[in-house]
């Protein structure tokens, strides 16, 4: 069965608010340096998902503009907005190629573990559309680096028996990100920059996050899922008999400024 992007992600959105590993600190203050934002700079988050950057961004600025097409990722967004008492935060459901946001109007343009999704080519004429002349898209995602550990090669494995249709290896498909910015000639040198870091789960709030990516939750059927979850498990009990699973990642960033 096909799904589309809005589909997917509004089946997800619980899970992915739950058990999404979050960005590091040093990363979030690169971009608020690298942007220069203040309290009058005004921001877009296309792509947010449930608002990781978003939240972030919104400490330190005026306003800041989220963007999605999945009304229910926007809904855990305002859940946590209201939690954490900001209130310059700004949903709109739309797609990253054609956010009806004001031309040359941001100080700053991110896109979070969500170009992948997009039309890139689209996307791209888009971010320079809404952007200020000379600020910065940023391009950014978190991807794990411990990918020849045992268990992660056995779960990549069990996620091939379930669906067939999974290749394996990064979750994020990055390569051709360079070459689109460049062919666009609408930016600047792309710069890259990468912080790494650890996250920690339980066992069941590691299939939590198993089930967040959509070639798992979305992907398995419905009839296979319960399989899959016990065999993860048990690839989990086995790796991690203290019940801590620590997994390395980075988060990487490609940024580049408007021409």
């Known amino acids: 069965m096909l799904f589309d992007n809005k ?16 960005y590091p600190a040093e990363a979030l203050l690169f971009l608020v340096t690298l942007g220069e934002l203040d309290r009058a700079s005004e ?50 459901e739309a797609p ?12 700053l343009v991110t896109l979070a573990q969500a170009f992948h999704w997009m039309d890139k080519p689209s ?3 888009e971010a320079w559309r809404i952007l200020k002349p000379g600020k910065s898209l940023v391009l950014l995602w978190n991807q794990v680096t411990n990918t020849k550990d045992n268990y992660y090669t056995e779960i990549t494995s069990l996620i091939k028996k379930h669906n067939p249709k999974y290749k394996g290896g990064a979750d994020i498909l990055s390569a051709d990100f360079p070459d689109h910015i460049n062919s666009s000639k609408l930016y600047g040198p792309i710069e890259r920059y990468t912080f790494s870091f650890e996250c920690s789960y339980s066992p069941e709030n590691y299939v939590g996050f198993l089930l967040s990516k959509s070639y798992i939750g979305v992907g398995i059927s419905s009839a296979d899922l319960p399989h899959f979850i016990e065999g ?18 980075e988060t990487v960033m490609l940024v580049a400024r408007k021409n």
């Open 96 to 107: 990253g190629e054609a956010t009806g946001l004001l031309n040359e109007s941001l100080d």
């Open 232 to 249: 993860a498990s048990l690839i989990l009990e086995k790796a991690f008999p203290n019940r801590k699973v620590v997994e390395q990642y």
């Open 123 to 125: 996307a791209l004429v």
């Open 43 to 92: 921001v877009a988050d296309i792509g947010t998902g449930t608002g990781r950057i978003a939240l972030e961004l919104a400490k330190y600025v005026r306003l800041v503009y989220a963007v999605d097409t999945a009304t229910l990722m926007l809904d855990q967004l305002h859940i946590s907005a209201e939690e954490e008492g900001l209130s310059n935060i700004r949903t709109i």
């Open 7 to 22: 589909t997917i992600f509004n089946a997800l959105a619980e899970q992915y608010n739950a058990y999404r590993p979050h």
